[in-house]
């Protein structure tokens, strides 16, 4: 297993366009997290996926936010319209099913909105 | 939401042990402690984690209070490669996400 992978790694765009990233967990891992970690902060709640449903959404989460997860597997964020303040680091984790498993995060996807 | 709360750095010399606090009084019964720590330009990644009892693994001992008000991570003999920012979290009440704060920069020193 090559652990959770996410892609792209960097993202450079101009303000109001669009951009998806993608996020493979560990195969067999039901639960998915996307966490979003500006400079000098820790990681910040996102959204949270149990199999394909998407049972948790942060206030951060604003309406140009969304996120799938078809099929229960990989998963993708959206950013519609993107703003400066979007530019940070969205790193994608997974875990068992299991209460109290850790989770295993990816090296994220650093986006840049210039 | 459990709130944790942990200095913002320490440092340490290499090969010295090394105990990193965290405060969280307002844990309930039931929620672990979870450690995870964030090497730069790299995902968290999971250290530790405890219920009442002290945990050892390969990376690190956890030290829980009888009161579980506090915690500390224990590293036996830091490396260089342990320089990192050092989160004590638990689990949003909801009990789906892991609520980061700020951490603890550690700072490890030949």
């Known amino acids: 297993d090559t652990g959770v992978s996410q892609n792209p790694r960097h993202k450079i765009t101009k303000r109001g366009q669009n951009v998806t990233f993608r996020c493979d967990p560990i195969?067999?891992?039901?639960?998915l997290y996307w966490y979003r970690q500006t400079l000098g902060q820790g990681p910040e709640f996102l959204t949270y996926?149990?199999?394909?449903?998407?049972?948790?959404k942060s206030r951060l989460l604003s309406d140009r936010f969304s996120a799938e997860r078809p099929k229960g597997s990989f998963s993708t964020l959206e950013i519609q319209r993107t703003e400066q303040g979007d530019s940070a680091m969205y790193l994608c984790?997974?875990?068992?099913?299991?209460?109290?498993?850790?989770?295993?995060f990816g090296q994220g996807t650093r986006l840049t909105v210039v | 939401d459990a709130k944790t709360t942990q200095p913002n750095s320490m440092e340490s010399n290499e090969e010295e042990p090394v105990h990193l606090p965290c405060n969280h009084s307002?844990?309930?019964?039931?929620?672990?402690i979870h450690w995870y720590r964030q090497l730069p330009s790299q995902g968290p990644e999971y250290v530790i984690h405890?219920?009442?009892s002290n945990v050892n693994n390969r990376m690190a001992s956890l030290a829980i209070a009888e009161d579980r008000k506090s915690s500390t991570l224990i590293l036996h003999r830091a490396t260089l490669r342990d320089a990192a920012v050092y989160y004590c979290i638990s689990y949003s009440n909801s009990g789906y996400a892991l609520n980061f704060g700020k951490g603890t920069s550690l700072l490890v020193t030949p």
């Open positions: 996926f149990q199999n394909e449903a998407q049972l948790e």
């Open positions: 405890g219920l009442t």
């Open positions: 307002t844990i309930s019964g039931t929620d672990y």
């Open positions: 195969s067999e891992h039901n639960r």
């Open positions: 984790a997974s875990s068992s099913i299991r209460k109290n498993t850790e989770a295993f």
